[in-house]
């Protein structure tokens, strides 16, 4: 059974593996959203998108889908 994993990448640092929570953090922190409000609780619980980037932000993200 293949896992689902979490990468964060940035131009000096490069790419590592992180975990769920990290990746989550790092999507709000570049202004993506899920499409919950943000006084749901689940709201740090879901991914607002499958990879994201942007020019405002250095650091960027994709998700390798696995079975679970």
């Keep these: 059974m293949k896992k689902?994993?979490?990468f964060l990448n940035h131009p000096t640092?490069?790419?590592r593996e992180?975990?769920?929570e990290e990746?989550?953090?790092?999507?709000?922190?570049?202004?993506?959203?899920?499409k919950l409000s943000s006084?749901?609780?689940?709201?740090m619980k879901v991914c607002a998108t499958?990879?994201?980037g942007?020019?405002?932000s250095t650091v960027g993200g994709r998700?390798?889908?696995g079975d679970d």
Excluded: M
Aim: proline share 6%; charged share 25%; aromatic share 18%.
């Design 23 to 34: 990746w989550i953090k790092a999507e709000r922190a570049a202004g993506f959203r899920p």
């Design 13 to 15: 640092l490069g790419e």
């Design 4 to 6: 689902t994993k979490y």
């Design 50 to 52: 499958g990879g994201f």
């Design 54 to 56: 942007s020019s405002a």
């Design 18 to 20: 992180v975990t769920k």
């Design 63 to 65: 998700i390798e889908y």
């Design 39 to 43: 006084d749901h609780p689940n709201y």
